[in-house]
């Protein structure tokens, strides 16, 4: 998977993070790693108060991480964290959730509601304690001029959810000031009787 956000543009660098509940423990991507080429045994282990468990050292985003598996339990099997450029670019808008229309059945039925953290620095215990409020209402987010993080009972589902955030801001940036044809609200509803 992370290799296939790089290769996509949705990860660059060295930044971005990918991480698997485990139980009680979580296996995360590694401090400074690429995603481009990571490999499995470069994973940190940690518990769920952020400890390390073996001899890798885990992303300094990992209190977020663990803040998302401590308050949404269940909900929260995998978390993908991405500064891929249109959610990114949606994260400095003053509204971001405003600027996101009714345009697609997709982005209600996998994104929203989309949570705004406010802005703290990469690594920040503060940005923890903010993701762990938020991920009560929302299983996507957008950290304030800092990019997206998703969680999902599966890492398919929180990547599928990653996408569909950052497809949806790329959309909203592509028709930006045309006349758009958006969803009722009936059929905003529509979506999820099923």
Same mark, same amino acid.
């Given at each position: 998977?992370?290799?296939?956000?790089?290769?996509?543009?949705?990860?660059?660098?060295?930044?971005?993070?990918?991480?698997?509940?485990?139980?009680?423990?979580?296996?995360?991507?590694?401090?400074?790693?690429?995603?481009?080429?990571?490999?499995?045994?470069?994973?940190?282990?940690?518990?769920?108060?952020?400890?390390?468990?073996?001899?890798?050292? +885990?992303?300094?985003?990992? #209190?977020?991480?663990?803040?998302?598996?401590?308050?949404? %339990? @269940?909900?929260? $099997?995998?978390? =993908?964290?991405?500064?891929?450029?249109?959610?990114?670019?949606?994260?400095?808008?003053?509204?971001?959730?405003?600027?996101?229309?009714?345009?697609?059945?997709?982005?209600?039925?996998?994104?929203? +509601?989309?949570?705004?953290? #406010?802005?703290?620095?990469?690594?920040?215990?503060?940005? %923890? @304690?903010?993701? $762990?409020?938020? =991920?009560?209402?929302?299983?996507?987010?957008?950290?304030?001029?800092?990019?997206?993080?998703?969680?999902?009972?599966?890492?398919?589902?929180?990547?599928?959810?990653?996408?569909?955030?950052?497809?949806?801001?790329?959309?909203?940036?592509?028709?930006?000031?045309?006349?758009?044809?958006?969803?009722?609200?009936?059929?905003?509803?529509?979506?999820?009787?099923?």
């Amino acid at each position: 998977m992370g290799a296939s956000f790089y290769q996509r543009g949705y990860a660059f660098g060295s930044t971005g993070n990918l991480s698997i509940r485990d139980g009680d423990r979580v296996w995360i991507s590694p401090t400074g790693r690429s995603l481009r080429n990571l490999r499995p045994e470069e994973f940190a282990l940690v518990d769920l108060e952020g400890r390390v468990l073996n001899d890798r050292k +885990p992303s300094k985003e990992s #209190p977020f991480h663990m803040a998302a598996y401590r308050v949404a %339990g @269940e909900r929260a $099997g995998a978390v =993908v964290h991405l500064h891929s450029t249109y959610s990114a670019a949606l994260s400095c808008l003053k509204d971001p959730v405003g600027a996101l229309l009714p345009i697609t059945p997709y982005y209600q039925m996998r994104v929203a +509601p989309l949570a705004v953290v #406010p802005y703290f620095r990469p690594g920040s215990p503060k940005l %923890g @304690e903010f993701v $762990g409020d938020a =991920v009560r209402e929302s299983n996507c987010m957008l950290l304030r001029n800092h990019g997206m993080t998703c969680l999902g009972r599966t890492l398919e589902e929180a990547v599928d959810r990653a996408e569909e955030l950052e497809e949806t801001a790329k959309l909203l940036f592509l028709l930006r000031g045309r006349d758009l044809q958006l969803l009722t609200d009936e059929e905003v509803r529509e979506v999820f009787r099923n």
